[in-house]
Every structure is written in structure tokens, then in C-alpha cells.
């Protein structure tokens, strides 16, 4: 009790979120506050949930002598770009941190490398940049990393520190200004089978990513990789074989050429999405690639702007498909009576 009310006077709550909090009924079990949760086992905090509360302030030391504390959720309040505290890193039984739109600013401290337990850490949107991600080396237990809008220019190492999350699914680097990866066959072979959603989105990548990707398919439900700079690159044959590939976001990334053959083996695309960039071919051709076994599952298609050219094909046997972006293209012929339902209701036929 003591310790959280130390922490409580570190902050400002304009909003008198934490009311339940308060010094003048300590004989109140801390355990009933809100946003505190304690083990059935121990009575000890193991769990401080104050998302999306608007407080400000500091973080006190005293948050420490939690040392029981599992779950430290501080996203989406406004600390007024102080420093993630370093003595974060010694709540090492943490295996959940949380402080995305938060507001901090500074470097990452590193002795977030201590917390080895971890196996979700948000810091996206929240700090300005980080000069190395060494200290991801010692997270081995980490699924879900998110380090969006955090300047990572100068930071070489990148995709290597990945590649040593043995059980990472989840990869958030949107935003980042990551500079080329620098690949060798070492990375390429060590890249982590495990992950399931990867976001690189808005980075000015080069083509040279792919070589990394090639390895990753094994899983790989979600993979976003739109506003980079492949500069006239094709997509490659490969994505083909990532068997369980739902979801593909790769516009205005300037990719040419067709879609590759090998998408007749996408059994469970859901959405594909491949805006404003230079691709080739005859729509039908595209379609009839898709139809060998995403006309099943597929829900979402976007090949506007991309100089697809041709007349509109039928799309009966796209069962599941709900949107459909053709604007832009080099079309021509009559709409088939099957894409009447997603025209606008007030557009003539």
C-alpha cells in the first residue's frame, strides 16, 4: 500500500482517475483499487492496469518494491517526454510492459534487458529514438515487440537483434527510418520462424528485406510492408509459399511487374492490397491467379492505380468478397452484373 501511494504522488490526476486511492482510508484493502490486481496466492500486486487514465508526472522509485508485479500497463497517459525510468529493469518477475502513447522521450534504458521474463513490451509512439537494441538479447521469452514511430537510423544492428527472439510472433517497427538491413547468410538462416504478424511498414526498406523474409514463412499470418522503397523490384515468387498468409499490404512501395504464379497457393488470403504501384498484366490473368484458391477466403482486394489493365472479369466464385478496388487502371468493357453491388447507391450503371 505504501508503495503504490508513493507512486500515486509522483503523478497528477486532474481527472481524479485513481480515487480510490487514497491515504485517508489505508485500512481499505489496496487490493480493491482501481486498476490494481493482486495474486489469490500471495495478496501481492502482480498486475497495475492505468491505461488510458490522463495522468502526468513521474514515475516514483518506489514502484519497485513491487517486485512481485507482472503486468505494468501505463499506455496512452502523458509523461511530458521525461525518461523511461531505468529502475523499470529491475521488476524482473515483469512479463508485460506497456507504455506506447505515453509521451516519454529520451533514449531506451537498457537495463530493460534485466526484465527476462518478458513476453510483451509496447513502447510505440512513445520515445524519440534508441542508438542500439543490444538489450533485446537477454529477452529471449519476447512475443510481442512494438517499437513504431522510434528513430532507428542509426541503428545497424536491427534485424539481428530480431533474429535472436527465438519465440517472437508479433514485430511492430512501423516508422522507424530502419536503415537497409545489412544481409548475410547468417541472418537469413537464423531468421525466426515464429513470427506470425511482422509490420515494417512507412521505413524507405529496399528490396534486400526480402532475402530476410524468405525465411520467416513458415507462420506468417500478417505481413505489412507499405511506403517502403523497393525501386522497381518485383514481388517476389516466395510470398507464394507462405502458406498461411491472410493478410498482404505492400502499396505505394514501388513494386513492378505481375503477380506472381506461385499466389495460386494462397489458400487463406483474406486481403490483399497492392495500391499505387507499377504492375503489369491483364486483370483476368490476376483474378485467374487468385481463383485457384483464394476465391474461398478472399474478402478484400486493392489493385488500384497499378496500371492493370483489361476487361472486368466475373468474380461470382469470390464468395467471401466484400471489397473490391479497381480505380486508376486501364479498364475497359461492361461491368459484370455481379460487381453491381459495389458500386456506390447513387452511381449509374
Known amino acids: ?31 480493491q483499487w482501481d486498476g490494481v490486481y493482486c495474486s489469490n496466492h500471495i495478496g501481492h500486486v502482480v498486475k497495475l492496469d492505468l491505461g488510458d487514465q ?19 500497463n501505463l499506455s496512452f497517459n502523458n509523461f511530458s517526454r521525461s525518461q523511461i525510468p531505468d529502475f523499470i529493469g529491475s521488476l524482473k518477475n515483469l512479463r508485460y510492459l506497456d507504455l506506447s502513447y505515453a509521451n516519454f522521450g ?17 513502447l510505440g509512439h512513445s520515445i524519440n529514438h534508441a542508438n542500439n537494441l543490444n ?6 521469452c519476447l512475443k510481442y515487440f512494438d517499437l513504431s514511430y522510434t528513430n532507428l537510423t542509426g541503428v545497424v544492428g536491427w534485424l539481428e537483434a530480431v533474429n535472436m527472439l527465438p519465440k517472437l510472433r508479433n514485430l511492430i517497427l512501423q516508422g522507424c527510418n530502419l536503415p537497409p538491413p545489412i544481409i548475410s547468410s547468417v ?42 522503397n523497393f525501386n522497381g523490384s518485383s514481388i517476389p515468387d516466395y510470398f507464394g509459399n507462405m502458406s498461411s498468409l491472410a493478410y498482404l499490404t505492400l502499396p505505394d512501395s514501388r513494386l513492378k511487374g505481375g503477380i506472381p504464379n ?50 472486368l472479369p466475373d468474380l461470382t466464385n469470390f464468395l467471401s468478397l466484400k471489397d473490391l478496388s479497381l480505380r486508376g487502371n486501364n479498364l475497359s468493357g461492361r461491368i459484370p452484373e455481379i460487381l453491381i453491388g459495389f458500386l456506390p447507391s447513387n452511381c449509374e450503371t
Open 54 to 72: 490522463s495522468l502526468q508526472g513521474t514515475i516514483s522509485p518506489k514502484l519497485v518494491e513491487l517486485q512481485d508485479l507482472e503486468y505494468l
Open 187 to 228: 541472418s537469413v538462416m537464423n531468421s525466426s520462424k515464429s513470427l506470425v504478424h511482422v509490420d515494417l511498414s512507412y521505413n524507405n526498406l529496399k528490396s534486400s528485406i526480402f532475402q530476410w523474409l524468405s525465411g520467416t514463412h513458415t507462420n506468417l499470418v500478417d505481413l505489412d510492408l507499405s511506403r517502403n
Open 262 to 311: 506461385s499466389f495460386a497457393k494462397l489458400c487463406r488470403l483474406r486481403e490483399l492490397d497492392l495500391w499505387a504501384n507499377s504492375l503489369s498484366g491483364q486483370l483476368s490473368d490476376f483474378v485467374e491467379t487468385l481463383s485457384k484458391c483464394a476465391q474461398m477466403t478472399l474478402e478484400r482486394l486493392d489493385i488500384s492505380y497499378t496500371n492493370i489493365s483489361g476487361s
Open 1 to 31: 500500500m505504501q508503495a503504490l501511494l508513493a507512486f500515486k504522488q509522483g503523478l497528477v490526476d486532474d481527472d481524479n482517475r485513481l480515487l480510490s486511492w487514497e491515504r485517508l482510508v489505508q485500512n481499505k484493502d489496496c487490493c
Open 106 to 122: 529520451g533514449e531506451i534504458p537498457y537495463q530493460l534487458e534485466n526484465l527476462t521474463h518478458l513476453e510483451y513490451l509496447d
Open 135 to 140: 538489450w533485446l538479447s537477454n529477452l529471449s
